[in-house]
T-cell receptor, first 114, second 113 residues
Framework: GDSVTQTEGPVTLSEGTSLTVNCSYE??????LFWYVQYPGEGPQLLFK?????EKGSNRGFEATYNKEATSFHLQKASVQESDSAVYYC?????????????FGKGTKLSVKS | GGIITQTPKFLIGQEGQKLTLKCQQN?????MYWYRQDSGKGLRLIYY???????QKGDLSEGYDASREKKSSFSLTVTSAQKNEMAVFLC????????????FGPGTRLTVL
């Protein structure tokens, strides 16, 4: 079945440093790839999604490129802020699967210190 | 825009008790989901429903029942709460196409004494 593997947390960074959260996936089809962010006390919310291979998604300074050859979708940000402290989930939706189920990674908890 | 409402926000139960969690959405979405979130284990799908009166099992359905009473509401029942169980249950909804995002509610935090 489909699977998503992402950087195991927690990750602790200082404000102003760069972030990379690795995400690798396995699926038989060409999926749509998602990054979600979950702030304390809230449900996950979409950061961005990329439906096509070799395209980049971005939002709030975060970006990721859908790399079909490497089956990767790594999340990057050049300069993190304390407000970026959250849990980040990589996910995929398989067009060959049933009824828009999403397969999530286990999440990466990011703490940013000032 | 729309919103997903989950009730209650906090639920404390006793071992062996049957507990019901409720979810309402006003997006007019066809598909609704229940996930369980445990620390370090990510989001695990319990049940989902692609339309009113439909039910599909997820990866973690054992020990749970669900009911899609109408398009806007989806309930989850813990059939027998396990002692010392602690988890957050998240409800989500989606238009149902494979490229569509899911919108999540704030969660119900369950503690079993």
């Amino acid at each position: 079945g489909d699977s998503v593997t992402q950087t195991e947390g927690p990750v602790t960074l200082s404000e102003g440093t760069s972030l990379t959260v690795n995400c690798s996936y396995e699926t038989k089809q060409y999926p749509t790839l998602f990054w979600y962010v979950q702030y304390p006390g809230e449900g996950p919310q979409l950061l961005f999604k990329v439906p096509k291979a070799n395209e980049k998604g971005s939002n709030r300074g975060f970006e990721a490129t859908y790399n079909k050859e490497a089956t990767s979708f790594h999340l990057q940000k050049a300069s993190v802020q304390e407000s970026d402290s959250a849990v980040y989930y990589c996910a995929l939706s398989d067009p060959g699967g049933s009824n828009a189920k999403l397969t999530f990674g286990k999440g990466t908890k990011l703490s940013v210190k000032s | 825009g729309g919103i997903i409402t989950q009730t209650p926000k906090f639920l404390i139960g006793q071992e062996g008790q049957k507990l019901t969690l409720k979810c309402q959405q006003n997006f007019n979405h066809d598909t609704m989901y229940w996930y369980r979130q445990d620390s370090g284990k990510g989001l695990r799908l319990i049940y989902y429903s692609i339309t009113e009166n439909d039910l599909q099992k997820g990866d973690l359905s054992e020990g749970y029942d669900a009911s899609r009473e109408k398009k806007s509401s989806f309930s989850l029942t813990v059939t027998s709460a396990q002692k010392n169980e602690m988890a957050v249950f998240l409800c989500a909804s989606s238009p149902g196409t494979f490229y569509a995002e899911q919108f999540f509610g704030p969660g119900t935090r369950l503690t079993v004494l």
